[in-house]
T-cell receptor
Framework: NAGVMQNPRHLVRRRGQEARLRCSPVKGHSHVYWYRQLPEEGLKFMVY????????ESGMPKERFSAEFPKEGPSILRIQQVVRGDSAAYFC?????????????FGPGTRLLVL | GDSVTQMEGPVTLSEEAFLTINCTYT??????LFWYVQYPGEGLQLLLKATKADDKGSNKGFEATYRKETTSFHLEKGSVQVSDSAVYFC??????????FGTGTRLQVFP
């Protein structure tokens, strides 16, 4: 009974490179949420997706960041032309239905370091 | 805006000591409140919740009471164990699709 999988667990990029973070939800879950935790801060909501649709991207930076959750395969958070300020832990969560913390499972996170 | 404030860590305790981790919130409305726990190398797990004033959430010996008058949701446990060592996050939601988290408090319990 696999939980939410995220890979890579640690990612190092140089400024200007692209970062791709993957999230495989719990089997059967069709809702995915991405959160970012900057150093010394709490987790901040970024985006909520259902299969092939972005439902709420109110927490997503307007530039360089994008997210998708295709019909097949994992959800991808893509950061183009990374800067040092993108260094953070990125957490993914999934749920089988509309938002309900009791059925929402979090992954272990991807730690992104931008040099 | 809506926010959650937690006490800074780390909190260091001996086994069987009493634990309190303070959490206060600011919200425009009546939020639902949560405590999450993150063990090393794992994702956040929902520990307990309360959805209205004076509700008490409890799980695994942990408790927290929703105090509307003090806008607080402090986490308590009467006797901690080494296995409780983790990072604890307080969070709220206001009937939306997102959680608002505090910064997390690291708990270290020594034998």
């Amino acid at each position: 009974n696999a939980g939410v999988m995220q890979n890579p667990r640690h990612l190092v990029r140089r400024r200007g490179q692209e970062a791709r973070l993957r999230c495989s939800p719990v089997k059967g879950h069709s809702h995915v949420y991405w959160y970012r935790q900057l150093p010394e801060e709490g987790l901040k909501f970024m985006v909520y997706l259902q299969k092939e649709n972005i439902i709420d991207e109110s927490g997503m930076p307007k530039e360089r960041f994008s997210a998708e959750f295709p019909k097949e395969g994992p959800s991808i958070l893509r950061i183009q032309q990374v800067v040092r300020g993108d260094s953070a832990a990125y957490f993914c969560a999934s749920s089988p239905q509309d938002f309900d913390p009791e059925t929402q499972y979090f992954g272990p996170g991807t730690r992104l370091l931008v040099l | 805006g809506d926010s959650v404030t937690q006490m800074e860590g780390p909190v260091t305790l001996s086994e069987e000591a009493f634990l309190t981790i303070n959490c206060t919130y600011t919200a425009t409305g009546y939020p639902s409140l949560f405590w999450y726990v993150q063990y090393p190398g794992e994702g956040l797990q929902l520990l307990l919740k309360a959805t209205k004033a004076d509700d008490k959430g409890s799980n695994k010996g942990f408790e927290a009471t929703y105090r509307k008058e003090t806008t607080s949701f402090h986490l308590e446990k009467g006797s901690v164990q080494v296995s409780d060592s983790a990072v604890y996050f307080c969070a709220l939601t206001l009937y939306t699709d997102k959680l608002i988290f505090g910064t997390g408090t690291r708990l270290q319990v020594f034998p």
